[in-house]
């Protein structure tokens, strides 16, 4: 996905717009751009390939002053990283200009007609077409009505897409149009200008009222405020929101990456994320956004979690709270499988969605499914407003505030705990949790944040990781095995280390290993082990006395009042007994941090690792 970011007031859009592309680099970093309209009345456009700081020593070398601009940062699609295929692209006449987050899955058509129709491309872009299929449409048939032509541009377009188009003979507005799921389209209110945005951090620092466009609208946005219609033409009124986000949240802070932010303020997120919802008084769980009706859970046959990625291992970890405490059964599925496999869904079903961006298209077309399906659909999802958000009939908000690494770490912690929440209110509501048992999980939970907090401040005043890191960096492959609820929590930690350090690294159920993966087992292939004091410890003992007889080196996640293991495993990453349930929230943090250290050992981009982007919105 792409970062898009437009300005329109009174004051100079070069910073501003830039500011905003640095908000939103982690959706994409393969190339930037801006489009302006200077003090003279010229569009200038200034595009470089890679990172942002391309386009800024750009700027700094060329500077150009105006009050209206678009800029934006691509993750390629069609057309490999460069400054030919950087965004925004131009009509033949250069009047108009296109940035675009998302697919036109109809360019290649589109492209041979326009060809043939005498147009010239300068880019291997599938954006491309919609500035000259704007183009067309302005100089036939839309009297030069420019909201009309973009309408009937759009109009052709198959795929999601999100696009902003700015015509030099219109400098008073810019128009925005969305279509499909091609990430948010966030519309932001100043003070006699207006924003437009793909996410909120990249103009929180001006505005804290939006409003966010949804699937099939459009928008004229002049600098007074903004029209809303439908691609048909129709008006519309959408709803301004306050964003209570605090900027200092979006910002790094004193640490060096966004990552490590995320990692180390996850006693923060657990609190803002439990805020609200254990009530001690009346021993039950509070998820008011949720819209779950007593007698809908109470008839409920069945529970699907469907998700990508980290989102996914969390849906794994959630079939084990569900079906212990709500005695329902859970399926976990990745979302882009379950979209195509023509699932079973009825009525008496809920489909769980988990999703930090709440813009992923696969998860969103697994949504698409399963209310299609008659099923009672909910989000598990941090971005406020985002697509997923507002497509279900529930949803519980993560409130881990944003997360900006593209590896995911509060985000994934968040949706554990509401996946528990969750699992004892399904519980409480359908009578299989005893209220003694929910007592003991709500007293457990409202401690996990005090020692979430107590584990990652130890972690990070110490050098243990940073030893580690020394130590292992130079290998090429791990293995990471856990058991029971555990289990995820080793393929998350496998995850972690691939998607930031690009070493291979596997996750497997421990008891595998015999079915395969020990033949892998040398010197030169290390082991993670999650290994807590749990029903599941004797066998992860024996897997880790397995490796240890081949030579095997074993990094052990345990208890930190575990003496025996200290005798087994060569390297021990501690984190403190707690309820079997509560456990994966904190043993996932040892490996998010080991990750984390291994990647910056070695010198990798952590924060945007390549070929990665934050929120996959297209397939
Ligand atoms: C997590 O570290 C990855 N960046 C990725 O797997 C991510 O979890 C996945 O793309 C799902 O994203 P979502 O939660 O925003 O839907």
Known sequence: ???????????????????????????????????????????????????????????????????????????????????????????????????????????????????GQGYEFASDTDTEVIVHLIHQHYHNGSNADLTLAVRRAVGELQGPSAIVVFDKAHPDRLIAARLGNAGGVVVGYGDDEMYIASDIPAILQHTRRVAFMENRQMAVITQQGAQFMDIEGQPLTLKEMEIDWDAESAEKGDFEHYMQKEIYEQGRSLTDTLRGRLNFAQNRIELDTLNLKPDVAQALEKVTIVACGTSYFAGLVGKFFIEQLARVSVEVDYASEYRYRQPLVSARQMVVAITQSGETVDTLAALEEARNGGAFTAAIVNAIGSQAARVCDGHIYMHAGPEIGVASTKAFTASLVDLLLLAIYLGQERGTLPAAEAA????????????????????????????????????????????????????????????????????????????????????????????????????????????????????????????YIQSKADFIMPVPAVHEMISPILAVMPLQILAYEMACRRGEDVDQPRNLAKSVTVE
């Not at 595009?47 to 700027?59: I, Q, Y």
């Not at 393929?491 to 497997?508: C, D």
């Not at 595998?512 to 029903?535: Q, S, Y």
């Open 1 to 115: 996905m792409c970062g898009i970011v437009g300005y329109i007031g009174a004051r100079a859009a070069t910073p501003i717009v830039l500011h905003g592309l640095k908000q939103l680099e982690y959706r994409g970093y393969d190339s930037a751009g801006m489009a302006i309209l200077d003090t003279d009345g010229n569009l200038q456009i200034r595009r470089e390939e890679g990172k942002l700081a391309n386009l800024e020593r750009l700027v700094d070398a060329e500077p150009v002053n105006g009050s209206v601009a678009i800029g934006h940062t691509r993750w390629a699609t069609h057309g490999p990283p460069s400054q030919r295929n950087a965004h925004p692209h131009r009509s033949p006449d250069g009047n108009i200009v296109v940035v675009q987050n998302g697919i036109v899955e109809n360019f290649l058509e589109l492209r041979n007609r326009l060809q």
């Open 440 to 563: 003991h999980l709500l007293h457990e939970l409202s401690r996990l944040p005090g020692l979430a907090g107590e584990l990652l401040e130890d972690a990070r005043s110490g050098h243990l990781y940073q030893q580690l890191a020394e130590r292992f960096h130079i290998y090429h492959n791990f293995l990471y095995l856990g058991r029971g609820i555990n289990y995820p929590i080793a393929l998350e930690g496998a995850l972690k280390l691939k998607e930031i350090s690009y070493i291979h690294a596997e996750g497997y159920p421990a008891g595998e290993m015999k079915h395969g993966p020990i033949a892998l087992i040398d010197e030169e292939m290390p082991t993670v082990v999650v290994a807590l004091k749990d029903r599941v410890y004797d066998k992860m003992i024996s897997q880790v006395e397995q490796v240890k007889a081949r030579k095997g080196l074993v990094l052990a996640v345990a208890n930190a009042d575990d003496q």
